[in-house]
């Protein structure tokens, strides 16, 4: 799929990955590639000189699970992380990753890879920094793990310094009430209007302990507000109508750029789930 002149490299472990992206710092980081190969406009992917290929790092496949964390490899391909069941992925990330692709996509599709792309919020990253998920960024000789939510800076780029490799996605194991996903459209297809919106409410005696509200147009700035967050927490069920309308009030103001549908898609969803939060 590549031009002849793109050297690619495919290293077999983590160590010789990260020699490589500190070798090749413009080199592009390849694992399943479902997004480059989307945006082709011809029958070859239009590649860089230098490829590196995850194909071959066990290292970024693994998966592990505490009572507190959920822990992927960032290479695993989505098909990987479905098998885990419902059971072992929060549900609304769950939902979130069924809607990425067709079974051939989802077999090829990575976490980091849906994280990653500049320009570009893809459908796991609203519920990924909804649910306080982070990264582990390797480069040799060094390690930080930034929040999912700032992985992408207000211009798109992306926040990782020369030769940084996404290497695990630590996502919080935490309870809910209700945990919803729902999307329109595709982030690949700015035509269908994309919108995704996530909502988390943990509820007790009809009050609400904690409420999370995200959506997202594929765009880098999310639209989300904590100060409403925090203003309906300690509130009864039902929610008041007064309530509602001032939460729907602030939504209806975020975001630039959103089409009329994406906008009043949005604000139906958040009114919905207010309207729809369990008693307990």
Partial sequence: MADRGTAVYFPDTLGELLLLARREPDALIYSGGTFILNQRVSRFADLPPAVISLQDVEELKRVSRSERYLEIGAALPIRDILALGRSNVPECLYSALRMIGPAAVASLATLGGNIAVPGRILTSVPVLSLLDARVELRRQGSSRWLAVSRVHKPNGNLELAESEVITRVRIPLQPWSVEVFRRFGSELAPESEPLSFCGLARTSN????????????????????????????GRRIPLAERDIATAVEVYQTLGTGLTPIQRDRFVRLVQWFLLNLPAS
């Fill in 206 to 233: 009809r009050i609400v302990e904690e409420i999370r509200i995200i959506g997202s147009a594929g765009l880098p700035a999310p639209l989300r507000s904590r100060d409403v967050e925090s203003e309906l927490v």
